[in-house]
């Protein structure tokens, strides 16, 4: 099982000193992030896609790109690919010269992001985002597997005797994952092709993750995949921690009640009963963590968001410390007790070469 964190890119100021990072700062701060969570033994960075402030990750190839010339064992991906807003032409380009860049340490989570003005800015209608999706995922999957496209859909212009350059390293694409928090339509996407399913178990009740995640699963048997248990499924996560439950709780507050994203609702109390966010000992998010099996059985990738709301560099590195070396490893033994033995790993590109997930010629 993969275990890593996810960022959103947020530059938000620290409620505990009023100061604001620059943007420069938050983007240099993120490459420490993620350098550390190699370092610390973790399998995954990703990094979402925002084309708004206070976000900055408006260009994930561009990070993961220098990242992967920094880094050498962690897997690079994105928190959310926009593949409603971005050419699909251009999505299949970049992300094959990461492939070669990564030595293939390179997967993509495709998604249709939160903000609505983004879709004019780019020249699509929001009205448009679940066809949008269907139909540019489509035309990226021939992208990668065809060596020559010809392509009319309603949304882009036409393509003609297209070839991808690069392609694909070892002629194998990057495994997506689909990722939604609410959209059964993503989950259906998901289990038509065989991809892996991201829930963004961040926000919702485990009932809600539960629907969604059984959802994907039972489709993904019936377009012929595999059993409902062998569907590759991710979990999204917050937490923040302390060796004692109770300073966690002291020094997080200030950051939950002011944080654009879930400030001024809820209390941290009420939001961490209701949701994943789990805020207290490492043994307090292994067992949380642990419990999210029972409602969506054994799954491969866990995500955790650690350095949002305007939590300064030094302490986020400190729960990467937390995490590493008090709850990452208790989380591995343990999920692995029952896991039954069809139940696949988390792709990686060479699992995905071993398999023999070579080219196919798609029907157009």
Known sequence: MQFGIFTVGDVTADP???????????????????????????DVFATGEHHNPPFVPSSPTTLLGYLAAQT?????????????????????????????????????MLGRGNTGPVYPWF???????????????????????????????EYRAPLRGF???????????PFVWHGSIRSPEIAELAAFYGDGFFANHIFWPASHTQRMVQLYRERFEHHGHGDPDQAIVGLGGQVFLRPNS????????????????????PSLEEFSAQTPLTVGSPQQVIDKTLGFREYVGDYQRQLFLIDHAGLPLKTVLEQLDLLGEHVVPV??????????????????HQSLIAAGRTPIREAS
């Open 16 to 42: 505990t000193t009023g100061r604001t990072p620059t943007e420069a700062e938050r983007i240099r701060a993120t490459v420490v992030i993620a350098k550390k969570a190699e370092e610390v033994g973790l």
């Open 72 to 108: 050498e064992r962690i897997v690079l991906s994105t928190a959310t690919t926009l593949i409603t807003t971005n050419d699909p032409v251009k999505i299949a380009e970049d992300y094959s010269v990461l492939q070669h860049l990564a030595d293939g340490r390179v997967d993509l």
């Open 123 to 153: 020249g699509r209608d929001i009205g448009s985002a679940l066809p949008l999706t269907v139909e540019n995922y489509r035309l990226l999957r021939r992208l990668w597997r065809e060596e020559v496209v010809d392509w009319t859909g």
């Open 163 to 173: 070839t991808l350059a690069p392609r694909p390293l070892d002629g194998v694409a």
């Open 246 to 265: 109770q300073d966690a709780v002291n020094e997080f507050r200030p950051y939950f009640d002011n944080a654009p994203v879930y400030g001024y609702g």
């Open 331 to 348: 989380l591995r033994k343990e999920f692995a007790v029952g896991r039954p033995a069809h139940v696949p790993a988390a792709p990686t």
